[in-house]
């Protein structure tokens, strides 16, 4: 199976100050048909997740601009750009090319100073 | 709106079978694969089987495979998991989540329920 790890585990933002959360797979999730299958999902304390990045780069409808994906092959970066209170919660990124099965990472806990 | 309601959760013992529904609305269902997602308490997220549109393609993770069976019934926009031989480590919220295409591989996870969670224990 793909292993995919975050950093850091954790991370504390004072609001208005940008965030970065790194994602590596153990093998390249670019595609044959020039798709990078690589996503990011966030879930808020006591709620399901939630899609907020498609394909490293692509943000989901509804997704507030100052999120942006990054990344190629291997190793790959989530971006807030300025954090907001209602940005807490665990970030995960998930692998969608080396399956069965899809694979997370481990999570990143993002709190608010 | 896309709404994903799932049920059938609870306490069962080692060794005995469940299954889970959802119940899916707000979107055309036989036009999406769709996918169960497990959280263990405390825990990360794990994928545990995804079924496209037609039921003519499926995949489970290693974990439950030959225990666990997805299924969906288009007419009732219904997806199900039966679960047999349950064991503890299958103790989790289990989310069922709507694909973004009508394949489950290459796919994605656009919608998720709120869950359901079973416990297994004696």
């Known amino acids: 199976d793909i292993v995919m790890t975050q950093t850091p585990l954790s991370l504390s933002v004072t609001p208005g100050q940008p965030a970065s959360i790194s994602c590596k797979s153990s093998?390249?999730?670019?595609?044959?048909?020039?798709?990078?299958?690589l996503y990011w999902f966030l879930q808020k304390p006591g709620q399901s997740p939630h899609l907020l990045i498609y394909?490293?780069?692509s943000r989901f409808s509804g997704v507030p601009d100052r999120f942006s994906g990054s990344g190629s092959g291997t190793d790959f970066t989530l971006k807030i750009s300025r954090v907001e209170a209602e940005d807490v919660g665990v970030y995960y990124c998930?692998?969608?090319?080396?399956?069965?099965?899809?694979?997370f990472g481990q999570g990143t806990k993002l709190e608010i100073k | 709106e896309v709404q994903l309601v799932e049920s059938g959760g609870g306490l069962v013992q080692p060794g005995r079978s469940l299954r889970l529904s959802c119940a899916a609305s707000?979107?055309?269902?036989?036009?999406?694969?769709m996918h169960w997602v497990r959280q263990a308490p405390g825990k990360g997220l794990e994928w545990v089987s995804g079924?496209?549109?037609?039921?003519?393609?499926?995949g489970y993770a290693d974990s439950v495979k030959g225990r666990f069976t997805i299924s969906r019934n288009n007419a009732k926009n219904s997806l199900y998991l039966q679960m047999n031989s349950l064991r503890p480590e299958d103790t989790a919220l289990y989310y069922c989540?709507?694909?973004?295409?009508?394949?489950?591989?290459?796919?994605?996870?656009?919608?998720w329920g709120q869950g359901t969670l079973l416990t297994v224990s004696s």
């Open positions: 989540a709507k694909g973004f295409i009508d394949n489950w591989n290459y796919d994605w996870f656009d919608s």
């Open positions: 707000g979107f055309t269902f036989d036009d999406y694969a």
């Open positions: 079924i496209n549109w037609n039921s003519g393609s499926i």
């Open positions: 093998q390249s999730l670019l595609h044959s048909d020039g798709k990078t299958y």
């Open positions: 394909e490293v780069s």
């Open positions: 998930m692998q969608g090319i080396h399956l069965p099965p899809y694979t």
